[in-house]
């Protein structure tokens, strides 16, 4: 096993690696842009090594700047968690080639899986279903609207490259094609530097279901059921479970045969996911149900703690035992689904604004815990929040028994997390698992766009939401000098009105019903007022 492992990513990926490290009494290296230091992830490592300023481009995305640091550091492997470099090609050579373990599949699997097309052949080849449509590369732009009139109408044009929904176009008419390429190319050129295109059948109403694979070096495969991840807003996944309401036990052994297929398709090593999906509209349950590849990726996924929590399993773990050679531990008869779990990303954003990103600095903290609950964060008291980089926070997951207790446990650990200083989609992940749909688990890719606004509906503001303004204000204008109280006062005086100390429920209402802020913070300026004219009308004391 190995003695030192750099993890080269941030955030609460970061965070999670490094936790698992500890548990297996590996030494960890945190790497960090300026914007970073002294994030939760670089106090956790047992070394923090800076990289770079802010954007990622000369920081977390610089190879040359990541592999230094490894060889300063003594590194023998390099964890990529999720995003930045977790696939890519150039890395996993470089971090080779520089003599590390990359923590990931072999350069061959993220090559075939990266290029869509390539991945489509190479699993059509092994048997697994795929989406209808045209996957040839090269086609000109007669080519991509013959293919799309011959694949019907809608049809979705999707870039080879990339991912995240970006470049995806549906077009509905042969009159929308000419548009649609160009914008289709113009954005897959910009994002991917790739404008090659296929032609799929669109799934409209559709159910993403993803399956865990895991491979090790010695030849086996095996899966660790599924994940439903149909809650998505514009192709981004928000609250994810593991095992898919929809599936029974036929399905999900097809779904994971088909998966496992795929893996050994690429030779793939390590943990990785095999993305399905599934008409909502033309499925019923259990056997029978056509479901089609999407794609794989060749890393950990933001999702994996819903796996985790219904198999036991620590996915980081047996990343780092197939990479260092080892054999995996369990075989697919092992593998046993207990309970249910689901996982919602904690978001800095704006529902009720178009869902925009927000920044600022956390000045108070409440983390959900409880029998069931796991929070994956990054976030402490006094980290400043950006638009560097992705606005995800955390990772609320319930666990229970059944579905339904798993769902009431997250509503309620979302009812129970605050983050004083910065907006997040707290309420809007509570209000979606609210919803009639969700409660039943009649799950699909257009449920949140469908809702709208009665899922980002911000309501009535509540009077603590105004003292905390205020008080957040008071501590922008406190001394930090040697003059004047001492630094942190309005920070601890602002966690108490907004009942981020611990204090009881009913001193909270107490104390926002007193003329909330404004009135609260008069009334006390007044009292100072009266005490010293009541000083000078005494007299000095003697």
Same mark, same amino acid.
């Given at each position: 096993?190995?003695?030192?492992?750099?993890?080269?990513?941030?955030?609460?990926?970061?965070?999670?690696?490094?936790?698992?490290?500890?548990?297996?009494?590996?030494?960890?290296?945190?790497?960090?842009?300026?914007?970073?230091?002294?994030?939760?992830?670089?106090?956790?490592?047992?070394?923090?090594?800076?990289?770079?300023?802010?954007?990622?481009?000369?920081?977390?995305?610089?190879?040359?700047?990541?592999?230094?640091?490894?060889?300063?550091?003594?590194?023998?492997?390099?964890?990529?968690?999720?995003?930045?470099?977790?696939?890519?090609?150039?890395?996993?050579?470089?971090?080779?080639?520089?003599?590390?373990?990359?923590?990931?599949?072999?350069?061959?699997?993220?090559?075939?899986?990266?290029?869509?097309?390539?991945?489509?052949?190479?699993?059509?080849?092994?048997?697994?279903?795929?989406?209808?449509?045209?996957?040839?590369?090269?086609?000109?732009?007669?080519?991509?609207?013959?293919?799309?009139?011959?694949?019907?109408?809608?049809?979705?044009?999707?870039?080879?490259?990339?991912?995240?929904?970006?470049?995806?176009?549906?077009?509905?008419?042969?009159?929308?094609?000419?548009?649609?390429?160009?914008?289709?190319?113009?954005?897959?050129?910009?994002?991917?530097?790739?404008?090659?295109?296929?032609?799929?059948?669109?799934?409209?109403?559709?159910?993403?279901?993803?399956?865990?694979?895991?491979?090790?070096?010695?030849?086996?495969?095996?899966?660790?059921?599924?994940?439903?991840?149909?809650?998505?807003?514009?192709?981004?996944?928000?609250?994810?479970?593991?095992?898919?309401?929809?599936?029974?036990?036929?399905?999900?052994?097809?779904?994971?045969?088909?998966?496992?297929?795929?893996?050994?398709?690429?030779?793939?090593?390590?943990?990785?996911?095999?993305?399905?999906?599934?008409?909502?509209?033309?499925? *019923?349950?259990?056997?029978?149900?056509?479901?089609?590849?999407?794609?794989?990726?060749?890393?950990?996924?933001?999702?994996?703690?819903?796996?985790?929590?219904?198999?036991?399993?620590?996915?980081?773990?047996?990343?780092?035992?197939?990479?260092?050679?080892?054999?995996?531990?369990?075989?697919?008869?092992?593998?046993?689904?207990?309970?249910?779990?689901?996982?919602?990303?904690?978001?800095?954003?704006?529902?009720?604004?178009?869902?925009?990103?927000?920044?600022?600095?956390?000045?108070?903290?409440?983390?959900?815990? *409880?029998?069931?609950?796991?929070?994956?964060?990054?976030?402490?008291?006094?980290?400043?929040?950006?638009?560097?980089? !992705?606005?995800?926070?955390?990772?609320?997951?319930?666990?229970?028994?059944?579905?339904?207790?798993?769902?009431?446990?997250?509503?309620?650990?979302?009812?129970?997390?605050?983050?004083?200083?910065?907006?997040?989609?707290?309420?809007?992940?509570?209000?979606?698992?609210?919803?009639?749909?969700?409660?039943?688990?009649?799950? !699909?890719?257009?449920?949140?766009?469908?809702?709208?606004?009665?899922?980002?509906?911000?309501?009535?503001?509540?009077?603590?939401?105004?003292?905390?303004?205020?008080?957040?204000?008071?501590?922008?204008?406190?001394?930090?000098?040697?003059?004047?109280?001492?630094?942190?006062?309005?920070?601890?005086?602002?966690?108490?009105?907004?009942?981020? !100390?611990?204090?009881?429920?009913?001193?909270?209402?107490?104390?926002?019903?007193?003329?909330?802020?404004?009135?609260?913070? *008069?009334?006390?300026?007044?009292?100072?007022?009266?005490?010293?004219?009541?000083?000078?009308?005494?007299?000095?004391?003697?």
């Amino acid at each position: 096993m190995f003695g030192t492992v750099l993890v080269a990513n941030r955030g609460e990926i970061a965070v999670r690696v490094i936790r698992t490290l500890r548990a297996m009494g590996i030494r960890s290296v945190a790497v960090h842009s300026d914007a970073d230091a002294g994030a939760l992830h670089t106090r956790l490592a047992d070394v923090a090594v800076p990289i770079g300023p802010a954007p990622a481009a000369q920081s977390y995305l610089s190879i040359e700047r990541v592999l230094d640091a490894a060889a300063r550091t003594g590194a023998q492997a390099v964890h990529p968690g999720y995003g930045f470099l977790s696939e890519n090609v150039d890395f996993a050579r470089a971090s080779a080639a520089a003599g590390l373990v990359f923590v990931g599949p072999p350069v061959d699997a993220i090559e075939a899986m990266a290029d869509k097309i390539r991945a489509k052949q190479t699993v059509s080849a092994a048997g697994v279903p795929v989406v209808p449509g045209r996957t040839e590369p090269g086609m000109t732009d007669a080519q991509v609207a013959e293919a799309a009139v011959a694949v019907g109408f809608p049809a979705l044009l999707k870039p080879s490259a990339g991912g995240g929904g970006k470049g995806m176009r549906v077009v509905r008419s042969a009159d929308e094609l000419p548009d649609a390429i160009a914008a289709a190319r113009r954005e897959a050129r910009g994002s991917f530097g790739d404008d090659t295109l296929l032609v799929e059948r669109y799934v409209g109403n559709s159910r993403h279901i993803e399956v865990q694979v895991l491979g090790d070096t010695h030849g086996a495969v095996v899966h660790l059921g599924e994940r439903e991840c149909s809650l998505q807003r514009r192709h981004q996944k928000v609250i994810e479970e593991a095992p898919s309401p929809l599936l029974d036990a036929g399905m999900r052994d097809a779904m994971g045969r088909a998966a496992v297929e795929a893996a050994r398709a690429v030779g793939y090593t390590g943990a990785g996911t095999v993305e399905f999906i599934v008409d909502a509209d033309r499925a *019923g349950r259990g056997e029978g149900m056509d479901f089609f590849f999407l794609e794989m990726n060749t890393r950990l996924q933001v999702e994996h703690p819903v796996t985790e929590a219904v198999t036991g399993l620590d996915l980081v773990e047996l990343q780092l035992r197939v990479a260092a050679g080892e054999r995996l531990p369990i075989a697919q008869d092992d593998v046993v689904l207990d309970g249910h779990a689901i996982e919602a990303r904690l978001y800095a954003e704006d529902p009720a604004r178009g869902f925009l990103p927000q920044a600022g600095t956390v000045l108070g903290l409440v983390e959900a815990a *409880g029998p069931g609950i796991r929070v994956d964060s990054s976030l402490a008291v006094g980290t400043v929040v950006g638009t560097d980089y !992705d606005p995800m926070l955390a990772k609320v997951v319930a666990w229970a028994p059944t579905r339904e207790t798993a769902r009431a446990r997250l509503v309620a650990a979302l009812g129970h997390t605050a983050v004083l200083g910065v907006t997040t989609n707290a309420g809007f992940l509570q209000q979606l698992l609210a919803d009639p749909d969700v409660v039943a688990g009649q799950l !699909d890719t257009g449920l949140i766009e469908r809702r709208g606004e009665a899922l980002t509906d911000a309501g009535p503001t509540p009077d603590e939401v105004y003292a905390a303004a205020a008080l957040a204000l008071l501590v922008e204008a406190e001394p930090t000098g040697a003059v004047g109280r001492p630094v942190g006062r309005a920070r601890r005086l602002a966690a108490r009105r907004t009942g981020l !100390d611990g204090a009881p429920a009913a001193g909270r209402r107490r104390r926002a019903g007193d003329g909330a802020a404004a009135g609260t913070l *008069g009334g006390g300026a007044g009292r100072g007022r009266r005490r010293r004219r009541g000083a000078r009308e005494r007299g000095p004391r003697r």
